[in-house]
């Protein structure tokens, strides 16, 4: 199994980002996915999460009305669209597959959100 996060960068406040998450190894398409974050000095957290079909969809209250997370079966790709961006965003994100009840990460992309 394969996560690989693509599209961190550096970006200033009140921008936006698009994260990609190419999937392989995996039925993406029965696959529940999720995007985590790691601010430095603290724990990661969850940002947002999306089931196999795209029909549930969750977000953390820190990025409502700011991030749209999205997938495409057809492409084994989940996106997360970051608008609005703040320098509290700032972290390393990771995405998450659970297949077959595993769960698994990709190694991360950085986001820095300057002031």
């Known amino acids: 199994v394969q996560l690989q996060a693509f599209g961190g960068g550096l970006v200033q406040a009140g921008g936006s980002m698009r994260l990609s998450c190419a999937a392989s190894?995996?039925?993406?398409?029965?696959?529940?996915m999720g995007w985590y974050r790691q601010a430095p000095g603290k724990q990661r957290e969850l940002v947002a999460r999306?089931?196999?079909?795209?029909?549930?969809?969750e977000y953390v209250d820190p990025v409502k009305g700011r991030f749209t997370i999205s997938r495409d079966n057809s492409k084994n790709t989940m996106y997360l669209q970051m608008d609005s961006l703040k320098p509290d965003d700032t972290a390393v994100y990771y995405c998450?597959?659970?297949?077959?009840?595993?769960?698994?990460w990709g190694q991360g992309t950085v986001v820095t959100v300057s002031s």
């Open positions: 999306i089931s196999s079909s795209g029909g549930r969809i």
């Open positions: 998450n597959a659970i297949y077959k009840s595993v769960s698994y």
């Open positions: 190894g995996i039925m993406f398409s029965i696959t529940n």
